[in-house]
């Protein structure tokens, strides 16, 4: 069975401050793990994938994510929150590149100026 | 090269009636995945369709009924509306079989909602 939890359903930054988005998977298979970004009445834009190749994973508008398997953790973060950065993001796991994905319950991202 | 189109893109619907949304695939794609996405809640896997055939499911009951069409587009029937039916349904294409890396492309959603 596969699971991800994502710690915090609210984060608030000021604008040019560090994100970190929790995640945590739990996986009896070795993990695909991704991140989605979803604006207000959108659907679901891919951030980054985990693929069991690099364990640090880079992907668009600045953000990365690092594979920890001694932590089953799989955080988001961007150096620097733009206004632009507001939205809902989600943490998915699947058994297989596509393969069904299950989802957290996201972590709603509020950038302060 | 095209993205994952929905349509409708918002629906009202009374308890107890019938619905189907579409879905046309992105071009090149021959998989379609279907997921609810109640308010305030992560996405819920429905189906997926891999060359017409239904090809795994998640905890919905036989109500929640699908089709893949040869051109790879995607329907998805509702019977007998709940209101806990209320939700954003997303429909998600990817490319089988040939070691793709690049996962599932997602359409902007169908905003369902029953009354």
């Known amino acids: 069975a596969q699971s991800v939890t994502q710690l915090g359903s609210h984060v608030s930054v000021s604008e040019g401050a560090l994100v970190l988005l929790r995640c945590n998977y739990s996986s009896s298979v070795p993990p695909y793990l991704f991140w989605y970004v979803q604006y207000p009445n959108q659907g679901l834009q891919l951030l980054l994938k985990y693929t069991s190749a690099a364990t640090l994973v880079k992907g668009i508008n600045g953000f990365e994510a690092e594979f920890k398997k001694s932590e089953t953790s799989f955080h988001l973060t961007k150096p620097s929150a733009h206004m632009s950065d507001a939205a809902e993001y989600f943490c998915a796991v699947s058994g297989g590149i596509t393969d069904k994905l299950i989802f957290g319950t996201g972590t709603r991202l509020q950038v302060f100026p | 090269e095209t993205g994952v189109t929905q349509s409708p893109t918002h629906l009202i619907k009374t308890r107890g009636q019938q619905v189907t949304l579409r879905c046309s695939s992105q071009s090149g794609h021959n998989t379609v995945s279907w997921y609810q996405q109640a308010l305030g809640q992560g996405p819920q896997f429905i189906f997926q369709?891999?060359?017409?055939?239904?090809?795994g499911r998640g905890n919905f009951p036989p109500r929640f009924s699908g089709l893949q069409f040869p051109n790879y587009s995607s329907e998805l029937n509702v019977n007998a509306l709940e209101l806990d039916d209320s939700a954003l349904y997303l429909c998600?294409?990817?490319?089988?079989?040939?070691?793709?890396?690049?996962?599932?492309?997602f359409g902007s959603g169908t905003r369902l909602t029953v009354v």
């Open positions: 369709y891999y060359r017409e055939e239904e090809n």
């Open positions: 998600a294409s990817s490319l089988a079989g040939t070691g793709d890396i690049y996962g599932y492309t």
